[in-house]
C-alpha cells in the first residue's frame, strides 16, 4: 500500500526541516535574497518547515500557531521580482535534488515550489 500523503511518502518532519536546512544555506549565501530575511533565521527555517510538513499532510501546527498561512500578503513587503523568484527556486530546487526524492513525489513537491514562486512574483522585472 502506498503512503496516503507526501508527508508519509518522505518519512515525515525530519525530511521537511532537512529540507529547509539545505534550502537556507543557498538564501544565507545569495546576494539577491539574504536582505529580506532577518538577521537570525532560525525563525524563518521553523516557519517553512512547519508550512510545508502541513501543507504536505502532516500535523497542523503552522495555522495553530500563526494562523492562515497568507504567503502572498506575509510577502508583499518585499520586491519579488523574476529574478528573486528564481534565485529562490533555484536554492529550493537543489535543496530538493539533494533530498534525493523521486518519481511523483519529486515531481508533484517541484511543481509545487514552482508555482508557489510564481505566486509570490509582485513587480516587474
Known amino acids: 500500500m502506498s503512503p496516503a500523503t507526501v508527508y508519509d511518502a518522505v518519512g515525515g518532519e525530519q525530511f521537511f526541516v532537512d529540507l529547509v536546512d539545505r534550502f537556507y544555506v543557498g538564501v544565507a549565501a545569495d546576494p539577491m535574497l539574504r536582505p529580506m530575511y532577518p538577521d537570525d533565521l532560525t525563525d524563518s527555517k521553523v516557519h517553512l518547515w512547519r508550512f510545508l510538513?502541513?501543507?504536505?499532510?502532516?500535523?497542523?501546527t503552522y495555522s495553530d500557531e500563526r494562523g492562515h498561512p497568507r504567503l502572498r500578503m506575509r510577502h508583499a513587503p518585499f520586491v519579488i521580482d523574476q529574478a528573486a523568484r528564481d534565485a529562490w527556486f533555484t536554492h529550493m530546487s537543489a535543496a530538493l535534488d539533494a533530498a534525493e526524492v523521486s518519481g511523483d513525489v519529486e515531481l508533484q513537491m517541484?511543481?509545487?515550489?514552482?508555482?508557489?514562486?510564481?505566486?509570490?512574483?509582485?513587480?516587474e522585472s
Open 110 to 123: 517541484r511543481s509545487y515550489f514552482s508555482m508557489a514562486a510564481d505566486a509570490m512574483v509582485n513587480q
Open 53 to 60: 510538513v502541513q501543507y504536505w499532510g502532516g500535523p497542523t
